[in-house]
């Protein structure tokens, strides 16, 4: 049975002599949300962006479902002002919808008041979901989600979160998605796969969460932390947490402090 | 004086051709490809140049040199080493100088070359062949414009978004790399190599105040060119300057014209 939508087996990838990704392998089912954490530079996007066919790499080797309708949501991007275009416009490319087709979608995710409007006027927030409609449009049989959340405060984020999971609920979609902030996608994911080049570790949110790895990544202080009290007086040097098992992959750049997330 | 053929000549020429710098035009202004412009505006010397040594028909030589610079733009482009902006001003100046060094070379041979047509443009002197030419090159970039718009605009909101969505973006590029050699070519007679890039760009620039959707920017900038040219020519016949410069400088006229309008 092949069932699944992407297939990636022992994927490597690199750049000017600089390993970016290790031996990564990684399947993505119907109806199943894998969420990618990692630190900054971990190769998160770029792991995306070879999944998409966006990157090239002779290293390992990547199978998809015939016929696959990926809906991609880049990374939070800036539409230059001089490019007059409304969001029913920005919406209507790369699909031959009707504008009732696109109100529809618009409405249930809660943007059908923007239409009219310039996609250069909406906020943060409102172009994530602008962004996340247009991938929803294509019909997609996985939806790959870079950041949904970036520039998106912290109720919108756990209600973007939310959101996500009920697309998956109605269209039955498989969901990859990237974040840096594993405790906020905790709810609306079924796997996490840690990132550091290599996969540090992969499972069920809750499994990652307590793994020794990932600890070491992002700091065990992190753990059982209550997302609206982020407390600040915590350490996040990796050489402090001596007990876990060493990993020397994830410590190759020991200036490059995991824990980097934004407390916006 | 004004119901002399050869004025009806350049009237139609001009009109010929900001017909087709209009959208194109403002695709350069959305992709910031002006200084792209002014490249194969400056390597259309050294294609004229080829042609004149070689014996071939100018359109040709310069098309093919077009060609080349935009190949080289692309290849250099990927080692990502130097920005698009350094790289371009290599080639841009380059080209110019080389053709200003062939054209002297031929000069000495004893070829007569009027060099100031070249650099300001020659709109008195076409003649009704030329003006068939012109009308089958215009009438064939526009059918590709307007064949390939959905995926020129898409690339020009965002590429990699246009790529996972199936757009052919490396194909579409280089298209429209021709199509503005093309452009470049026929339009030389009329303004000059110096001031192409500028019907290009201020036309479009003009027409963004006005536009609420990329397609009316684009019919927006045919209809600021159309004046320019009507206006440039009218004040060539009028006060006896040079007809090239008056149409740029009539378009910038309108370009400070469409700032008195309120932004919405």
Sequence with gaps: MNSFLIKAEHIGLQINQRQILDNIS??????????????????KTSLVRVLLGLLETKQGSLQKKDQLVIGYMPQKFHIDAVLPMSVLRFLQMGNKLTPDEIQTTASSL????????????????????VLLTRA????????????????????????????????RDDYGCGVLMVSHDLHLVMEATDQV??????????????????????????GSSLDGMAVYTHNHDHSHDFAADSDVPNC???????LQKAHDHDHG | MIMDEFIWRALLAGMLVVIVSGPLGCVVVWRRMSYFGDALAHAALLGTAMALMFDMKPLIGVIIIGGLISYLLMSLQRKKDLSSDAILGILSHGALASGLVMMAVMQSQGERIDLMAYLFGDILSVSWQYIIWLAIACVVVLAFVVRLWESILSIAVHEELARSEGVAVDRVRLVFMLLMAVLVAVAMKIVGIILITALLIIPAASARRFASSPERMAVLAVVFGLFSVVMGMFASMQWDTPAGPSIVLSAVLLFFASRLKPVI
């Excluded at chain 1, 809660?110 to 979901?129: C, K, M, N, T, W």
């Excluded at chain 1, 997609?140 to 996500?164: K, R």
């Design chain 1, 248 to 254: 020397s992959s994830c410590e190759k750049n020991p």
């Design chain 1, 110 to 129: 809660g943007i059908a008041s923007l239409l009219a409007q310039p996609v250069q006027s909406v906020s943060g927030g409102e172009f994530q979901r």
């Design chain 1, 136 to 167: 929803l449009l294509r019909k997609p049989d996985l939806l790959v989600l870079d950041e949904p959340a970036q520039g998106v405060d912290i109720n919108g984020q756990q209600q973007l979160y939310q959101l996500i999971s009920k697309i």
């Design chain 1, 26 to 43: 990684l399947t993505i089912n119907p109806g199943e949300i894998l969420t990618l954490i990692g630190p900054n530079g971990s190769g």
């Design chain 1, 193 to 218: 796969l840690c990132l550091n080049t290599h996969i540090c570790c992969t499972g069920h949110p809750e499994a990652v969460s307590k793994h020794p790895e990932y600890l070491k990544l992002f």
